[in-house]
């Protein structure tokens, strides 16, 4: 061989070379019973984890809430006294004897004089009795009397005259069966009412029955009571001052009977 030929036999001769290494290796390989390896097993996947149940706090000392003063009320004025001024008392009248009071007896019925008390009673059919005591004559007083109607009904009324100047000048404080009071001015012999009736839980209605009527009057005002419980006051100067009397009237044909009793009349200081 010429020196010429020599590299191209080397660079065939290496080409040989590595081909057969590569198939020896194979075949080693073989032998060997290697094998490709497996895949690795896929992990399970893993599920959701579950959500713990909470366990409640057992709170052993509870926050106190921050106390909350309570509300304070503005305390209400006193209620004003109503009758103001009594002073001592002028007169007591048990109606022991009827010395002092109109006593009659005629078709309408009669006044008269019983034990302690002093009745009227009416027969007639829309009758008006009364009885006026002789004195004293009174300006600024407060008197009270119990009332005490057996045979009463509808609008039938009873109550006291106060500072009647005559028979025809007077003012007449009214309760009636129905449970109802006013007052009426008598003038001239025309009566007029400045205050017309009212209803009142304080008067009983039907009979029998006690209520005790009181009358407070100090110059032109005059405020009306019954059974301790204030109804109504008026001012009127019309009459000043006179004397103090009873009456009764029944409203329809039937027997009207009502006691007075218990007369006691104080001074008013003006």
Known sequence: MR????PVFGNVMQTKAAFILLIIAMACMGCAGLTSPSPLPLLPTPSATATATATPTIVWFPPTATFTPFPTS???????????????????DDFLEGTKWELRS???G???????????????????LYSLRTEPVLRNFY?????????CQEKDEYGLLIRAASEGNYYRF?????GQARLDRILGGAASSPQPWMDSGAVPIGAPSF????????????RFFANDQYLFSVRDATIPEGRLGIFARNSGGHALTVNFSKLVIYAVNP
């Open 110 to 128: 009669k006044v008269s004089l019983g034990k302690a008390e002093l009745t009227i009673a009416i027969e007639e059919k829309k009758a008006y």
């Open 106 to 108: 005629d078709g309408q």
């Open 3 to 6: 020196p010429d030929q020599l």
């Open 211 to 222: 209520s005790r009527l009181g009358v407070w009057a100090n110059g032109a005002e005059m």
């Open 174 to 178: 009214s309760l009636s069966c129905q």
């Open 74 to 92: 503005t305390p209400l004025p006193p209620t004003p006294e109503m009758r103001p001024g009594i002073g001592n008392i002028l007169l007591e």
């Open 143 to 151: 008197a009270e009397i119990t009332a005490n109607p057996n045979l």
